[in-house]
């Protein structure tokens, strides 16, 4: 005898349609348009031929949404790689690498730099490539303004852009 799931959730509570122009991942996305051709009655099997997926795949989506609402469509915490920064520590992180730009005077913070950063005061071992990846997912870039010399003088170069006006269109 099949094992009946209880629906605390129906198909026709949300116009999962509207709901996937908007969602931004597309894991979560593609769920969403499942589960509107679910919502239109279709067969697992059409479904699944039109999205390549196992009937049974579809069947697993309907019963999770049944089940759980709309938070089944997106992945549960623990899928892929974990970072090496703790979640508690990244305000704490983007602060330090702020810290460390405006305490250099001039020149700019490398990957190295920041991987140094991550190691010494985080314990999160990453190599100077890793940084990249590490800083887009919390929201930092690693380009930053054209740097300033240690030893630049403001005055000498206000003075410099007085004497030197920029030639006009067409004049030498």
Request: net charge neutral; proline share 3%.
């Given at each position: 005898m099949p094992k009946i799931t209880p629906r605390n959730h129906k198909l026709s509570d949300h116009d999962f349609l509207k709901l996937s122009k908007v969602e931004s991942k597309p894991r979560a996305r593609g769920k969403l348009l499942i589960l509107h051709q679910l919502s239109q009655n279709k067969s697992l099997e059409g479904i699944g031929k039109?999205?390549?997926?196992h009937p049974q795949?579809?069947?697993?989506?309907r019963k999770n949404y049944w089940?759980?609402?709309?938070?089944s469509i997106y992945d549960k915490p623990g899928r892929g790689r974990k970072s090496?920064?703790?979640?508690?520590d990244?305000?704490?992180?983007?602060?330090?690498?702020?810290e460390a730009q405006q305490q250099r005077g001039g020149g700019r913070l490398t990957a190295t730099d920041i991987a140094r950063i991550?190691?010494?005061d985080f314990n999160a071992a990453y190599t100077p490539?890793?940084?990249y990846g590490l800083l887009d997912r919390i929201g930092m870039s690693w380009v930053s303004a054209r740097?300033?010399?240690?030893r630049v003088d403001p005055e000498a170069i206000s003075q410099f852009k007085k004497l030197h006006k920029p030639c006009q269109a067409g004049h030498p």
């Open positions: 039109d999205f390549g997926y795949s579809i069947g697993i989506i089940l759980y609402g709309l938070k090496h920064l703790a979640e508690e990244i305000e704490a992180f983007k602060q330090a690498i702020v991550a190691k010494e490539k890793g940084i740097s300033k010399h240690p």
